[in-house]
């Protein structure tokens, strides 16, 4: 709970193209809830009104999250920013450019914390590249009645793909179902959107191994267990056992 207004740091949120009469109050929902995410801590962040002039949504953060959440804002655009971060980043740029606009974050009375260009960033033009690669993942959903059956793949981060294939390996697929990692080859199609992120839209697939997902430890306790081998005599085996492997 807010104690007194001497506990909160007041950031105003300023867009260019609304005011508090005009702006609808579904697109303030929205914008509401990236910048959640922006600040990250949603127990002590708080919406407090909007005030007049363009329409300036002021936000308050409590005094014993600021140092986190000045921490984590100073991230966006890095290369060590979270995904959630970045992913909120984009989507209030996005919705800015859809309302013509452009807005800034800043200490109420101070300085610029963030730019949100909007409406001014250059698009890159769309890119479609068609190239053959690879897809490491499980295997989540295999199914259709068409000769190209739909394949869809979890990857790293819950990323998914989805794929497609002929029927024979659609079947071999489907007994990976949600079980070991696989990697499937193919010919993929990439497209670049405006925000020059890489997206795929279309995977082909042609072929497919399953991966070994046998604990590292394990697999080196396995080879010390055979009699004469060199591994016993390292000092670091799963290093090895790593660069063999490619991690």
């Known amino acids: ?20 009469e ?4 579904g697109k303030l929902a929205k914008y509401l809830a990236k910048l959640s995410v922006m600040f990250g801590d949603e127990n002590h962040v708080h919406f407090l009104k909007v005030r007049k002039g363009s329409a300036i949504p002021e936000i308050a953060v409590e005094h014993e999250a600021a140092p986190k959440v000045t921490a984590r804002l100073r991230l966006v655009g890095t290369f060590d920013a979270p995904p959630d971060l970045e992913k909120a980043n984009l989507e209030i740029n996005r919705m800015l450019r859809e309302d013509n606009a452009s807005a800034t974050l ?5 300085g610029i914390v963030l730019n949100f260009p909007g409406k001014k960033t250059p698009l890159a033009e769309e890119v479609i590249v068609h190239e053959q690669g690879d897809l490491d993942g499980i295997v989540i959903r295999v199914g259709g009645k ?15 793909y989805k794929c497609q294939t002929n029927r024979d390996l659609a079947r071999q697929l489907a007994t ?3 079980d070991k ?3 499937v080859a193919g010919n ?5 959107t405006p925000e020059r992120k890489w997206e795929l839209e279309q995977f082909d697939i042609k072929s497919f191994e399953a991966l070994d997902d046998t604990p590292l430890e ?20 799963q290093a090895e056992l790593r660069k063999l492997r490619g991690d």
Not at 146 to 160: H, L, N
Not at 218 to 230: H, I, S, W
Request: proline residues 8%; negative net charge; glycine residues 6%.
């Open 181 to 183: 990692p696989v990697r």
């Open 218 to 237: 394990q697999l080196v306790n396995d080879l010390r267990a055979v009699e004469g081998n060199p591994w016993n005599e390292m000092d670091d085996p």
């Open 1 to 20: 709970m807010i104690s007194t207004m001497n506990d909160l740091i007041h950031y105003d949120f300023r867009i260019d193209a609304w005011k508090p």
């Open 106 to 110: 800043r200490i109420k009375n101070g």
């Open 176 to 178: 990976f179902l949600f």
């Open 22 to 25: 005009t702006l609808p109050m």
């Open 188 to 192: 993929g199609k990439w497209c670049r």
């Open 146 to 160: 068409d000769d190209s059956v739909p394949v869809w793949i979890e990857g790293e981060g819950k990323a998914i």
